[in-house]
């Protein structure tokens, strides 16, 4: 008796551990696994600023997006089943199927700096301490995270195992700025969110960043304008006639953008290692080119004027530096928002920026990064000498064409002097 009392304890005791198990797997749902924090829907309705600076200027015949023209790659959510990828697939398909582009999605709520240290480190510069509190106390609600290279490294082997060329290349990489620049593409491709430099101050919360009047779902990168530059010699002082900032940058989980600048600065660095240009000081192009804003200026316009995402019009021109310069509100081209020069510039006194104290005045940037330490990655926003005015200029040169005349009428004397001396003896 004892004995059958013995079995029937442990047929009882196996019955309610079997229900413990599999109560909680039966009711399980995919929304109880862990996601991501994101912005909440109430910072998108912050008080509405004045209407002309967050109207969408479309001057210009800038063109909205579209759906996929014929042949070309569609954008496939993530909750869809992916498809295996083809043999021989492209880096660039195999970086779409790693990280897919879901344009109806939110921003994600996180924001990335790198440093050398911690905030908690003894080591952090005291200078960088207030810039690197702002992002936090304008954004409770976000994760941030400052970076630190080796951290950065790890983290890149996790996000990126799948894609050995990437790690190759940035590990290859010969010096720290060219790892900062290709880290921030990286890490927003993979992650999204917010990049910013560790020098940057945030003067008002990303909820502002985007246009009241454009709904989440139309928005997927949101960039400012470094340099407007609008002189004739604006080549002596920045790479493009309008050049997109790359020390602000905010994006959705894998934008064609930042895949396509991460295909392109992949390539070229495994190219350079091949050839045996991949050292310091031997680099075939300067780091402005290679990784910094001039590349990710070129790659954004590719973008914007690119069939495969964007209804274009037979005959129609293409969107150049023209759509952009001189704008003081955003304008929006399919879903990229485009900010004028005072958002991530304010104060720098010229180009058209406007005071900090801006309503259009988002980052404040005091160019204090730790690139000025390794090479000349940009030149930065300096006291360029004013334009001549055309009447001086003018007079100026017959100033100097008649100081040339004098010279030359000087030396012909000194000569005709010596002929005669000659002639005398």
Request: charged residues 25%; glycine residues 6%; neutral net charge.
């Amino acid at each position: 008796m004892a004995l059958l009392s013995f079995r029937k304890a442990v047929i009882v005791a196996a019955f309610v551990l079997t229900c413990i198990f599999l109560f909680p797997t039966l009711h399980s749902t995919p929304s109880s696994k862990y996601t991501p924090e994101v912005a909440p829907e109430s910072n998108q309705s912050q008080k509405p600023q004045d209407a002309q600076s967050t109207s969408i200027a479309n001057a210009g015949g800038l063109k909205e997006a579209a759906g996929p023209q014929n042949g070309a790659l569609t954008e496939q959510k993530p909750s869809e089943q992916k498809p295996m990828l083809p043999e021989g697939a492209s880096l660039l398909e195999r970086l779409r199927y790693q990280y897919p582009y879901d344009p109806d999605g939110k921003f994600p709520a996180y924001i990335w700096q790198t440093w050398k240290s911690t905030p908690s480190s003894g080591d952090f510069a005291e200078s960088l301490r207030p810039m690197e509190a702002s992002w936090s106390e304008k954004h409770p609600n976000f994760v941030h995270e400052v970076i630190t290279d080796q951290t950065a490294g790890h983290l890149i082997r996790y996000l990126y195992a799948s894609v050995p060329e990437v790690l190759e290349a940035y590990k290859a990489m010969p010096i720290p700025v060219l790892k900062a620049d290709f880290f921030r593409y990286l890490i927003l491709l993979a992650r999204g969110g917010i990049y910013s430099d560790i020098d940057t101050e945030a003067l008002k919360s990303a909820a502002d960043w985007l246009p009241k009047d454009v709904p989440p779902a139309q928005a997927g990168l949101i960039i400012g304008i470094e340099a407007d530059a609008d002189r004739p010699d604006w080549k002596d002082w920045y790479s493009r006639r309008i050049q997109f900032c790359q020390w602000t940058i905010q994006a959705k989980v894998g934008h064609p953008v930042l895949r396509s600048i991460v295909a392109q600065i992949t390539e070229e660095t495994l190219r350079m290692k091949r050839e045996g240009h991949l050292k310091r000081g031997k680099l075939d192009m300067s780091i402005v080119e290679f990784t910094g804003p001039a590349r990710w200026t070129d790659t954004i316009f590719n973008y914007i004027n690119d069939p495969a995402y964007f209804k274009i019009d037979a005959g129609s021109k293409n969107i150049t530096w023209e759509s952009f310069t001189g704008m003081e509100s955003p304008k929006k081209v399919g879903d990229v928002i485009v900010l004028p020069i005072t958002s991530f510039s304010p104060g720098v006194q010229q180009m058209g920026a406007k005071e900090p104290d801006d309503e259009m005045a988002f980052v404040k940037h005091d160019f204090e990064g730790s690139w000025k330490q390794d090479w000349e990655k940009v030149k930065p926003i300096v006291e360029i000498p004013p334009k001549k005015d055309p009447a001086e200029e003018q007079a100026s040169k017959k100033k100097e064409i008649k100081t040339d005349e004098v010279k030359v009428t000087t030396e012909e004397k000194k000569a005709e002097k010596k002929v005669e001396k000659k002639i005398q003896a």
